[in-house]
Nanobody
């Protein structure tokens, strides 16, 4: 099982980034996916999640209207489009996966996820 996240980098406030997470080694279309982030000295927190079918998404309040999660089950890939980035969005971003029996269910807790990617650094600074 492997989750390979990419797309992080340095961006100015107000800028955009698109993170990708490519999955392998498991039946991607049977798994709900989540994006989490962890800033130095802080706990890992949910950014958003998407159901295995892609029909349902959820976001933490601080990113609603700015971030968008999508997935392409044919490519075993989940995306996180981040717009209007703020300095407080700076963190290491992780993708995660968990098997889901329900096509429209999303999961928001760290403990609910089985597999984790290695993380990609997002820095927001002028």
């Amino acid at each position: 099982v492997q989750l390979q996240a990419s797309g992080g980098g340095l961006v100015q406030p107000g800028g955009s980034l698109r993170l990708s997470c490519v999955a392998s080694g498991f039946a991607f279309n049977r798994y709900g996916m989540g994006w989490f982030r962890q800033a130095p000295g802080k706990a890992r927190e949910i950014v958003g999640a998407i159901s295995r079918s892609g029909s349902t998404t959820s976001y933490t309040d601080s990113v609603k209207g700015r971030f968008s999660i999508s997935r392409d089950n044919a490519k075993n890939t989940v995306y996180l489009q981040m717009n209007d980035l703020k300095p407080e969005d700076a963190a290491i971003y992780y993708c995660a996966a968990r098997e889901s029996w329900y096509s429209g269910r999303v999961y928001s807790k760290v403990a609910e996820y089985e597999y984790w990617g290695q993380g990609t650094q997002v820095t927001v600074s002028s």
